[in-house]
């Protein structure tokens, strides 16, 4: 059972990313305010859970959430900061638009560079540990999920509606036949050792 709060009485918002280890796309943050001692039978970390089940549970996290921002940071800028900063900046830009201001920032993972006086709390799988962090999950998840399916209407021999912009090995057989694309990460590794990729 995830838990519903970190501290007593605080104003938290709970955070995560999707997409740092794309080859192709934007990474994609989220920041999630619910409601005080808010329960859920389903919530839980993303990757726990079908696309079926994150699709219903995006409807209600969006219903259910004092507050809620996803941002994108694109393929272009992720290049000039690197994805870990991209992955920090997209989590400070979700912040930063939600609507109520949060007191305590739960980010999922070990490391954040905030850009902003908020306290924060760095939890290592803290998607499958507290409800925001794993409602924040599923928000970054799903919009960055739906944006490669619309992108790979224009670029479907790199099957992103499948993959999502991660290397799987019919993502990188494109890539070695076709090219890159404007939306592939330029300073990613696309092509392992070619003996590797076609053996």
């Not at 870990?84 to 739960?106: G, H």
Request: charged share 25%; hydrophobic share 40%.
């Amino acid at each position: 059972m995830l838990l519903s709060s970190f501290s007593e009485n605080l104003v938290e918002a709970g955070c995560d990313e999707a997409g740092r280890g794309c080859l192709a796309g934007p990474v994609v943050a989220a920041a999630v305010i619910l409601p005080p001692n808010y329960s859920h039978q389903l919530l839980n970390d993303s990757k726990k859970l079908s696309e079926k089940q994150r699709l219903l549970l995006k409807e209600d996290i969006i219903a259910d959430a004092l507050a809620w921002a996803v941002s994108f940071v694109d393929n272009v800028e992720i290049d000039e900061v690197n994805i870990l900063n991209a992955s920090f900046l997209a989590m400070n830009r979700s912040v930063e638009k939600l609507k109520t201001q949060p007191e305590l920032l739960l980010i999922d993972g070990n490391r954040y560079k905030p850009h902003n006086e908020i306290p924060f709390e760095c939890i290592i799988k803290g998607d499958g540990k507290y409800l925001s962090i794993a409602a924040a999950s599923i928000l970054a998840k799903t919009f960055r999920d739906e944006y490669m399916e619309k992108l790979s209407i224009e670029f479907p021999q790199y099957q992103w509606q499948k993959n999502k912009g991660y290397p799987t090995k019919a993502h990188r057989l494109a890539i070695a036949e076709i090219g890159l694309t404007d939306y592939h990460r330029k300073s990613f590794r696309q092509l392992p050792d070619q003996l590797t990729l076609f053996d």
